[in-house]
């Protein structure tokens, strides 16, 4: 059993940064993930990295402008969005694919979730 726990998310300034934890119990040597969901959409694939940080994919409406990356000792995940919009406004889901060591861009790879955090830009 893995249970995520999300923090960091709140209101924040369009133009500004945020930057999301996702910590994890158990066993951490697996593929993580980032995903969010705005009101009215469905849940989009918004980064991932491999179990040692060697490798991250982005979605291209947050590519150059965020960074996933993961800390082993601490169990962590972290997300920093910067130059953030206000369509970036979404609950924004941590998730592990304990299956696999690689990366991976589709929610139906990820076994686990964590509960999710807001997150609110305002303009």
């Known amino acids: 059993q893995v249970q995520l726990v999300e923090s960091g998310g709140g209101l924040v300034q369009a133009g500004g940064s945020l930057r999301l934890s996702c910590a994890a119990s158990g066993r951490n040597s697996y593929a993580r993930g980032w995903f969010r969901q705005a009101p009215g959409k469905e849940r989009e694939f918004v980064a991932s990295?491999?179990?040692?940080?060697?490798?991250?994919y982005y979605a291209d409406s947050v590519k150059g402008r965020s960074t996933i990356s993961r800390d082993n000792a601490k169990n962590t995940v972290y997300l920093q969005v910067n130059s953030v919009k206000p369509e970036d406004t979404a609950v924004y889901y941590c998730?592990?694919?304990?299956?696999?060591?690689?990366?991976?861009?589709?929610?139906?790879?990820?076994?686990?979730w964590g509960q999710g955090t807001k997150v609110t830009v305002s303009s």
């Open positions: 998730a592990a694919n304990t299956r696999s060591f690689r990366a991976g861009l589709q929610s139906s790879e990820y076994d686990y």
């Open positions: 990295i491999n179990w040692n940080g060697g490798t991250t």
